[in-house]
T-cell receptor
Framework: DAGVTQTPRHEVAEKGQTIILKCEPV?????LFWYRQTKIQGLELLSY????????DGGAFKDRFKAEMLNSSFSTLKIQPTEPKDSAVYLC??????????????FGEGSKLTVL | QEKVQQSPESLIVPEGAMVSLNCSFS?????SIWWYQQHPGKGPKALI?????GNKKEGRLTVYLNRASLHVSLHIKDSQPSDSAVYLC???????????FGKGTQLIIQP
C-alpha cells in the first residue's frame, strides 16, 4: 500500500502570496491531520478531518489557514496570505481509527515552506 | 488540554550504549502513549505504544509507563548509528481523537 503522499516537498513563497499544499492519505484511512512543525514549537495541530468532516481547525490558525478535504483521498492546506513566520515543515498524517486503542498516525514526508 | 514534556532535549552516546529517553504527561487518564522516530527530512514514524501500567518490550526497545507519576520512558538497547534521529512522545488523552506531541529528543549515536 502507498503511504501518505505530500506535494510539493519544498515551496518558496514571497510574503503575501497564496500557497496550496496537497496531501493524499493512506487508502481507506478515515482520519486526516495537518500539523505544522518547527524547532521551537514542535508539532502543532492545524486541522483534523474524520470521514471528510472537519472536526477541529486549530484555533489560532483559523484566520489565514484553511484545510479542505475534497474527497476521501485528497486534502489541501491553503495559507493566504503567507507571512515569514509561516516558514516551517507542514506534515499531513492519516489514521484508520485514531480513537481506537491501537490507532496510530502515518505521516507523509512533509512540505517545507520558506516565506521570504 | 494534555501537556507533554520530554527530556533531555538532546543526547549523544557511543554506539552500543543503552539509551534512555523520558516523557512526562499531564493526565493520568490518558488512553495511550506512543513513541515516534523522525529522521532528517522525513515524517515521524510510529515505533512502539503502551496503554497499561508496566513495561512492553519489542526487539531492542523497551517502554515503561507509570501512570501514578505521569511518566513514560523509552529505552534502546545496543544503540546503532541508524538510531540517530529525533524521538517524539505522543499522548492520546481520555476521550480524545488526537495525539498531543512533545517537542522531541535529538539522539545522536557516535560510531
Amino acid at each position: 500500500d502507498a503511504g501518505v503522499t505530500q506535494t510539493p516537498r519544498h515551496e518558496v513563497a514571497e510574503k503575501g502570496q497564496t500557497i496550496i499544499l496537497k496531501c493524499e492519505p493512506v487508502s481507506g484511512h478515515n482520519d486526516l491531520f495537518w500539523y505544522r512543525q518547527t524547532k521551537i514549537q514542535g508539532l502543532e495541530l492545524l486541522s483534523y478531518f474524520r470521514s471528510k468532516s472537519l472536526m477541529e481547525d486549530g484555533g489560532a490558525f483559523k484566520d489565514r489557514f484553511k484545510a479542505e478535504m475534497l474527497n476521501s483521498s485528497f486534502s489541501t492546506l491553503k495559507i493566504q496570505p503567507t507571512e515569514p513566520k509561516d516558514s516551517a515543515v507542514y506534515l499531513c498524517a492519516s489514521s484508520l481509527a485514531l480513537g481506537a486503542r491501537t490507532g496510530q498516525l502515518y505521516f507523509g514526508e512533509g512540505s517545507k515552506l520558506t516565506v521570504l | 488540554q494534555e501537556k507533554v514534556q520530554q527530556s533531555p532535549e538532546s543526547l549523544i552516546v557511543p554506539e552500543g550504549a543503552m539509551v534512555s529517553l523520558n516523557c512526562s504527561f499531564s493526565d493520568s487518564a490518558s488512553q495511550s502513549i506512543w513513541w515516534y522516530q523522525q529522521h532528517p527530512g522525513k515524517g515521524p514514524k510510529a515505533l512502539i505504544s503502551i496503554f497499561s501500567n508496566g513495561n512492553k518490550k519489542e526487539g531492542r526497545l523497551t517502554v515503561y509507563l507509570n501512570r501514578a507519576s505521569l511518566h513514560v520512558s523509552l529505552h534502546i538497547k545496543d544503540s546503532q548509528p541508524s538510531d540517530s534521529a529525533v524521538y517524539l512522545c505522543a499522548v492520546r488523552g481520555e476521550g480524545a481523537d488526537r495525539l498531543t506531541f512533545g517537542k522531541g529528543t535529538q539522539l545522536i549515536i557516535q560510531p
